[in-house]
């Protein structure tokens, strides 16, 4: 079974930047596409990107294409998520899941499975 688990969150001023990693354990073959999602209190859970855990080229939300930019490490089996020029509007909880359905749809977060616990990100102004 595949654990993921997020870390790298914390406190940045807007304008800032973050790293932030989704380690994965347990057996995770190069087909599995992992994907990064955001939640801010009180609203619904927002798709940022994902990318197929062998290689190719990352998918991203069209509002956030150009200031996040994922990653991966497949000897430290790690999709990193950097973040650059931050405003207060992306903080909230970013977590790492993986696809089941084989189709990386990422902007349908019900796909994903063995959701990471999430790392806190706040920005402020």
């Known amino acids: 079974q595949v654990q993921l688990v997020e870390s790298g969150g914390g406190s940045v001023q807007a304008g800032g930047s973050l790293k932030l990693a989704c380690a994965a354990s347990?057996?995770?073959?190069?087909?599995?596409?992992i994907a990064w999602f955001r939640q801010a209190p009180g609203e619904k859970r927002e798709s940022i990107g994902a990318?197929?855990?062998?290689?190719?080229?990352?998918w991203y939300a069209d509002s956030l294409k150009g200031r996040f930019t994922i990653s991966q490490d497949n000897a430290q089996k790690t999709i990193s998520l950097k973040m650059d020029s931050l405003k207060p509007e992306d903080a909230g909880v970013y977590s790492c899941?993986?696809?089941?359905?084989?189709?990386?749809?990422?902007?349908?977060?019900?796909?994903?499975?063995?959701w990471g616990p999430g790392t806190q990100v706040t920005v402020s102004s």
């Open positions: 347990g057996w995770l073959d190069t087909s599995k596409c």
């Open positions: 990318i197929y855990f062998g290689g190719g080229w990352p």
């Open positions: 899941a993986k696809d089941m359905m084989g189709t990386c749809l990422f902007q349908f977060p019900a796909n994903f499975v063995y």
